[in-house]
């Protein structure tokens, strides 16, 4: 399995920007796809965006595409997730996930990230 450690979260106005950052230890980065997931209170666990592991595909959840973009850097072990024009509707813990398989469901990825907090204040 692969350790996942998120940051970069915080308190933003509405339209202002945040990047998250999510890095990896244990077996080889670049054997994983990684993905980006969001859980706001009272609601279920929601995807956001996956890269594949040579970051040659991206996907992204209808909400956020155009605003957010994923990334990564197997090199730094990192993934990233720029977040633009954000909106009060993006409050929520966000998550960095991994598995060997691309996927956009929670059940597709097997390590998880203890999350980060993502405020937007309208």
């Known amino acids: 399995q692969v350790q996942l450690v998120e940051s970069g979260g915080g308190l933003v106005q509405a339209g202002g920007s945040l990047r998250l950052s999510c890095t990896a230890s244990g077996r080889t980065f670049s054997s994983y796809a990684l993905g980006w997931f969001r859980q706001a209170p009272g609601k279920e666990r929601e995807f956001v965006a996956a890269?594949?592991?040579?970051?040659?595909?991206?996907y992204y959840a209808d909400s956020v595409k155009g605003r957010f973009t994923i990334s990564r850097d197997n090199a730094e072990r990192t993934v990233y997730l720029q977040m633009n024009s954000l909106k009060p509707e993006d409050t929520a813990v966000y998550y960095c996930?991994?598995?060997?398989?691309?996927?956009?469901?929670?059940?597709?990825?097997?390590?998880w990230g203890q999350g980060t907090q993502v405020t937007v204040s309208s």
């Open positions: 996930a991994a598995d060997t398989v691309i996927g956009t469901r929670v059940r597709d990825f097997g390590s």
């Open positions: 890269i594949t592991r040579l970051g040659l595909s991206t």
